[in-house]
């Protein structure tokens, strides 16, 4: 089974600060991440992924997470916020449940808020 | 590429009433799936398919049916709606094949009374 936590249901910065979303996930194989971006009233748009190789991931928007075994941690940076980045963001697990079948598992999502 | 299509975009049921969402997509990936979303829960899996002709339940099965018509579409069937189950509804598609990241469509958004 694997589940994801994610630290902080909602963060507030200031625009050019540094956003830091956190997300912790267990699992009982090697894991794939992932982080979702979701705007008002729109579906899940994907930020970034982890599935092999480098742990330090980029993504888009300026967006980057690392990968930290040791911690189980897959947190989330931008160095400077800007007022566009302000929308909810869902960290995902996804593992190999038996028969290739990759199912993700969400967060309960942090909602990101930039003040001008 | 339109990418994954879901009507409609929002409906209104009374207690008891059926409906069928719709979900399309035209990236010719294997794989599709239906969440929930709900505040304060994240998203939720309802089904899956794994590939054409093949449907499994996911965390949330309860209330709802699933068929995958053919490759490209995968529609999900409430029965007997229950104001349980006002939420916001996605639907997301997988290529497999060493892909794992799911792609979302617009979401519908339903309003049980």
């Known amino acids: 089974a694997q589940s994801v936590t994610q630290l902080g249901s909602h963060v507030s910065v200031s625009e050019g600060a540094l956003v830091l979303l956190r997300c912790n996930y267990s699992?009982?194989?090697?894991?794939?991440l992932f982080w979702y971006v979701q705007y008002p009233n729109q579906g899940l748009q994907l930020l970034l992924k982890?599935?092999?190789?480098?742990?330090l991931v980029k993504g888009i928007n300026g967006f980057e997470a690392e990968f930290k075994k040791s911690e189980t941690s897959f947190h989330l940076t931008k160095p400077s916020a800007h007022m566009s980045d302000a929308a909810e963001y869902f960290c995902?697990?996804?593992?190999?449940?038996?028969?290739?079948?990759?199912?993700?598992?969400f967060g309960k999502g942090t909602l990101l808020t930039v003040n001008p | 590429n339109a990418g994954v299509t879901q009507t409609p975009k929002f409906q209104v049921l009374k207690t008891g009433q059926s409906m069928t969402l719709q979900c399309a997509q035209d990236?010719?990936?294997?794989?599709m799936y239906w969440y929930r979303q709900d505040p304060g829960m994240g998203l939720r899996l309802i089904y899956y398919s794994a590939s054409e002709g093949t449907t499994d339940k996911g965390e949330v099965p309860n209330g709802y049916n699933v068929s995958r018509l053919n490759k490209r579409e995968f529609s999900l069937r409430l029965e007997s709606a229950a104001p349980s189950q006002t939420s916001v509804y996605f639907c997301?598609?997988?290529?497999?094949?060493?892909?794992?990241?799911?792609?979302f469509g617009p979401g519908t958004r339903l309003t049980v009374t």
């Open positions: 995902a697990v996804s593992a190999d449940s038996g028969g290739s079948n990759y199912k993700l598992t």
């Open positions: 699992s009982s194989v090697p894991p794939y």
């Open positions: 982890y599935t092999t190789g480098a742990t």
């Open positions: 990236m010719n990936h294997n794989s």
């Open positions: 997301a598609s997988r290529l497999q094949a060493g892909a794992y990241e799911q792609y």
